[in-house]
């Protein structure tokens, strides 16, 4: 083979990085800071190739890129890995966590760590957690307690957890891709789905789904990971560098979420969104218990998710 | 009356060797399996609609079982649509070529063929042990999604060797085979290290195929594999994956519908109705059909956002009608893909919900916008329609008698309309949904005009090896995608436009001449997704309205399915009337002509106001 000279240039090993979103978003903004981090410890020794607005594909699409050597690295919420690590959906229980620091202490826990085990076995070496934020109920009719949802047509992420959640408080659960949504809940194919705030004004889905219930139902927990093959070949140093520099970028991923949340709730009020709070919230959590029911022997038990909810 | 009839089936294997008895035998079995799967897609598709409306029940595996079934109906038709118009040849270059040189390209294609089906078969074998994963809805590995695609690689294999021997091309083939296979051992060895990016050699190494008529989709994946030598980041089984994820979308179901609800709108004599509806009402006209034809796609195109499924209904139903009506083949086709255009222009649009996914514009304000590009297009190819179909004999004007019988004969014609329209408009079905239901219309107006088994059968094989034919190239370019996007391509023209950064006549020059450069060898998904949210920052500055650059950018890029070398529109509509790309490419100019003044109309209102 014609190998030509090796300039000092070449000595950079070039990651490739998938990002869903554009610069502006913490989707894309976490792989700069993470990229800076490495840059001031190992100077010259890595280029962080951020591949931007889906272009490489979405969540499932840049995982099994990740195992099949396309792609080094990516962010990822559990629920696309679970097919990987169906223990993942423990993180995804409905009504299971209470706020961002109860989601915070249980993957920084025991939990946490087994976890990390299950994925390292399926090839996902994971930097850390993530949150992107809970997931809210939207409507285009005002709904505050269960019951008002009988009858509704749901649009669902296609997730056996999510259509089991669904179907327990009496709608109709449709599988719609997120491109697809706006104009399906423009048209009626759907009256309801649920998402993240940030979500719900990056779509203008307010524009379709005016009201906002802040059910919080579920926790959308993530990851930072890279593929273990890129893993491997790192150097001990190398390895404590990207680590650290992972738990930083986390860091500041969570807080711009938290930022964005209030950014997006502030556009979607101006733009004719409405939020309401869930009335009745103990009959929310009754319409869940099917789902802990359903998943305990998956997740590691009823007492495990029992013992999370009380820590 | 069978759908053969208008288009005939791929060339019948002829002979009585071996290899002839063989071939038969496998394109029998491939054929029946085909559209065995197909109507299975549809019947699927038809329980969840009425699961969810009269047991208000949701069926959450179905569309990942639907994603798996279109998977598999690709892997089974792409063989049977190897040596046809449907295998995407580009011939235009090889005709031009002394007859004593045409054995050596023909050998050289085969090697692109060879290699793609080497690199189907063994990547989706990889897949099967680096891939992992059970897919939680159908509770099945998630790999035999890809391996549908590895033995799809081992039957294009075969059914060549065997078509070549039928020919009388042994020795040939087996050159072929051998230098094929020697590349696909041989280039793991190799590494070229040479600055440019590797995107670049898979365009070249591409062009090289395109050139020598290798099948399209068989160049870009031989290409994929070829560039690995040149530093591409895609390994193998990525090769192979980003194929499959390119065609695993549940919205590209809808194109085997649509080919079939045309395919048995023909077969059932119903397309005829509508034909001579439209004949009695303008057909005294100049171009009367053909008119009719562009307002038949506006019509389509409020209920459908795919102009691939529209060129492929158009193509299936209007095409053999225009021809028996006296236009000359190429130009009635090259009217149905210039009008199928404006799909994804006038709202529904996937293009547009592209779009805005990928720049935050508001996908409401982006329809509006395109209800009006779409009125603009259509009445600029309604003047060149008039102005380019000359030659064809009008008919005598018909008496109202006769245009009151055409139009109650037409109903169950419009009743299709009403169901793809009404179904989408009023929001019970999604699109994928409304093509199934569109095509179970028309199968049951086939029953009520009592095809036979086989002619049924023969509609469902002719959607299935069409659709799969159509899949592959939409799969096949996803590792193209994939470089490009690794290579930072969008990022060096996001450098270009700031340099420039002036007034808005400079960014709108500047961003077609960019899109239409991108357009040219770029799908157009892939080109929305990279370069709107380059260029749109660059127009806002430029005090543009972001809606309005929006419309302009997809307007310009849908324009794209009728350039070569990779016009997708050309390729759909050439692959189901079985007239040569390069025909097409040349009587589709007045049209393009006619869009491009609309954009250019477009871009003016932008400057002005
Ligand atoms: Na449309
Ligand atoms: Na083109």
Redesign the interface.
Known sequence: APALVRTAAARTTTITIASLLGDDKPETKIWVKISELVEAKLPGQFKFNIVKSGALGGEKEVAEGVRLGSIHAGLSTVSSLSGWAPELQILDLPFLFRDADHVRRTVSGDVGADLKGKLQAQNFVVGDFINYGARHLLTKEPVTRPEQLKGKRIRVIQSPLHTKLWSAFGTTPIGIPITETYNALATGVADAMDLTKSAYAGFKLYEVVPYMTETGHIWASGIIYYSSTFWGGLNDEQKAVFQQASTEGAAYFNQLIVDDEAASVEISLKNGGKLLKPEALEEWQKGAQGVWDDFAPVVGGLDRIKAIQSA | MAASEFHPAEQETTGDGLAARILRAIEGVLGVSAALVLAMLLFMVLVTVCM?YFF???F?G???LGIWLHVLLIALGAPLSLNSALAMRLDVFVNMLPERLRPVTQIAADVFTVLSGLILSFGGNE?MT????????LGVP?WIRFGFLGVGGALILIVLLLQRIVEGKALPVLLSIAIGAAFYAGIP??????DWPPSIFLGLIAAIGLVLAAPLPHAFLAAAYVVIAFGS???E??IV??TV?GIS???LLAIPFFLLAGGLLTASGVANQLVRFAAAMVGHRRAGLAQTTLLTSVLFSGASGSSVANAAFGASTFQPELVRHGYPPAKAAAIIAATSVLDNVIP?SIAF??L?????L???SLLVGGFFAGGLMAICLAVAIHLTVRDQAPLPRATSVQRWQSAIQAIPAFGLGVIVVVG????????TEAAALAAFYTFLLGIGARLGVLSLYAAFRQAAVEAAAIGLLIGTAGPF??LL??D?V?GLISHLTTVLGGSALAVILLSNVILLVVGLVLDIG?AI??FG?ILLPAAVAAGIDPIHFGVIIVVNLMIHGLTPPLGMLIFVVSGVTRIPASALFKAVVPYLLALLVSLAVLCAWAIIF
Request: hydrophobic residues 50%.
């Open positions: 969810r208000a029940a949701g959450i179905a569309e990942d897949i680096m891939l992992g994963g059970i897919s939680p809805t998630e060895f190799v590494s070229v290290e040479l980041s895609l390994p089984p990525a994956s980003s994820t979308k549940f919205l529904p919900l592209i805005a996914t990928a720049t935050n508001s996908v409401g989408i408009r009023i929001g019970i079905v999604t699109t995608a994939f996007a690794v930072d969008s892939a997704l990279l949210p």
